[in-house]
């Protein structure tokens, strides 16, 4: 008879609450560690020799937009173990909580309210649609992004209060896809969240060096609401809606946190974002706000750069949920490559992806995913795969060549996991037991090797798992084993905040 579930002998075992970082046994039982110590540990169900590998807490994305099977393990062959959509959130989020339980999901997820969604409704009066791909397929109906009345305004409160009520861990706000939306509905929003004890997740609004003209800045409008509100303001992909202007607002950013507001951030590696082609920034007249043309644009669909303005406008008309890749800083440019560092190094960030789901270039996706490898066909951008992986890599070893990264290895898997879970443990318990590799906390765990953990997605073959992983345990159950994907695993529970 044996004692444990699993054990994991002789490992690297890092965990960044604690400092440990030494050579130990891991068992597992009932979905929980049981047990970390060194040697002497009996015998498990299950027995794997992991020596020369770190063993460490599941990493947990706050940043997904990922719900389909394909895209969720790609996430997990990349370390996640807990993939969160907490910017563009869902509305009703009772719904989208519904959903993923009905399909089943190989890591833990949840939802934040959509603010966006949510005005949709109020504003522009369309039937609320639990889905990222509702929410994409209504991005550039200027319906909903106009100045809101009061009126419009209460009610969308009233929505993100009955999302709140069912357990949204905390408010997504894309307020950047609607410029004429006023700061002092932000504001409101904000301070309904701080009621809640709950974070506002914000892709912020343009920055005024970018668009003089905006109704704020988006940096100080996030800093602002911190300030006046007492909300915890999260500040999301601060890489991308940054560009080159990254100092100046990590500079804000940091100034207010000294000042006592709860400000966060987040960034991912890469130098381009995804978003859908309608998007308002991506409108033909403004691409020069960001130095952009449209070969800047390429369209996940076809695979195609956007030839001209006539293309562009010929998609956003007939696609404009479609996805596309934007080139905002040149990962090939010593100088924006430091300026991604930055945004990843700054102290307190954590490491999100915006993981996106995949296009497929027949049109549809096929009826049947439930194998593995991925059939030909899916595209996405490379941050879905190797965010995690590319981050370690890059803070950890450094670019290729003599010299290594600027954190420590436990320095850089705190921004991957144990940080990104305090973001959120105030008011959802469950997160209580994510981020620590420490007996009695959930047995979400990534097992690596120190020396090849890379990323390998690339903007041509977008969907090449990452290197490194051996194996991640989701809730005490393989997801990967032995670097590859356990078909039929979907041990993934659903997070919920509890009520205020």
């Avoid at 004692?3 to 891991?26: A, F, S, Y």
């Avoid at 970390?36 to 498990?44: E, F, N, P, Q």
């Avoid at 959930?442 to 090797?449: S, T």
Wanted: glycine content about 12%; aromatic content about 4%; charged content about 20%.
């Amino acid at each position: 008879m044996t004692d444990w579930d699993i054990v994991l002998r002789g490992g690297r075992v890092v965990d960044p609450e604690t400092g440990l970082d030494g050579v130990r046994d891991v068992a597992v039982a009932d979905g929980r560690i049981a047990l970390v110590a060194a040697g002497a540990v009996s015998s498990g169900a299950v027995e794997l020799d992991v020596a020369g590998q770190v063993v460490t807490a599941g990493f947990v994305d706050l940043h997904s937009h990922v719900t389909d099977l394909g895209g969720l393990r790609l996430q997990a062959l990349d370390g996640v173990t807990t993939a969160l959509e907490l910017e563009a959130g869902s509305t009703p989020v009772a719904e989208a909580y519904r959903r993923a339980a009905a399909q089943g999901r190989p890591v833990n997820y949840g939802f934040a309210a959509s603010w966006t969604l949510a005005r949709m409704e109020a504003v522009a009066g369309m039937p609320p649609e639990a889905s990222l791909g509702g929410l994409l397929g209504r991005i550039s109906d200027p319906a909903w992004m106009r100045a809101a009345s009061p009126a419009e305004v209460n009610a969308l409160l009233g929505r993100l209060s009955d999302d709140l009520a069912d357990g949204a861990l905390g408010i997504g706000v894309l307020l950047g896809y609607a410029p004429a939306a006023s700061p002092d509905e932000y504001l409101r929003v904000a301070g309904l969240a701080a009621q809640a004890g709950l974070p506002v997740f914000t892709h912020a609004r343009d920055l005024i060096e970018l668009v003089p003209g905006t109704l704020a800045d988006g940096a100080e409008e996030i800093v602002r609401a911190a300030g006046q509100t007492g909300a915890h303001m999260h500040y999301c992909h601060i890489n991308s809606t940054s560009h080159r202007h990254i100092e100046r607002v990590l500079g804000l950013v940091a100034r207010a946190q000294a000042a006592g507001s709860l400000v966060s951030t987040e960034a991912y590696p890469y130098g381009s974002g995804m978003t859908g082609i309608g998007a308002a920034f991506l409108a033909p007249e403004r691409l020069g706000e960001r130095g952009l043309t449209p070969a800047s644009l390429t369209y996940a669909p076809t695979g195609e750069r956007v030839a001209d303005v006539g293309r562009l406008r010929e998609l956003r008309s007939a696609d404009p949920g479609g996805l596309v890749i934007i080139e905002l800083l040149s990962e090939d440019d010593p100088a924006d490559r430091a300026l991604l560092m930055r945004s990843l190094t700054f102290p307190g960030s954590v490491v999100a992806s915006d993981a996106m789901p995949l296009t497929w270039t027949t049109g549809v996706a096929p009826a049947d995913l439930a194998g593995w490898p991925l059939p030909p066909g899916a595209i996405t951008h490379p941050r879905t795969a190797g965010t995690f992986s590319r981050a370690l890599r890059l803070l950890t070893r450094g670019d290729p060549g003599p010299g290594g990264g600027p954190l420590t290895l436990a320095g850089a898997l705190a921004k991957c996991s144990l940080e990104p879970a305090r973001r959120l443990e105030d008011r959802v318990p469950a997160m209580r037991g994510k981020g620590r590799l420490q007996p009695g906390r959930d047995a979400d765990i990534v097992v690596f090797d120190p020396e090849t953990i890379a990323d390998r997605a690339s903007y041509a073959d977008s969907t090449r798992p990452s290197t490194g992983i051996r194996h991640v345990l989701v809730n005490g159950s393989f997801v990967v084993r032995d670097g590859d994907i356990v078909a039929d695993a979907r041990p993934g529970r659903q997070i919920r905040a509890e009520p205020a």
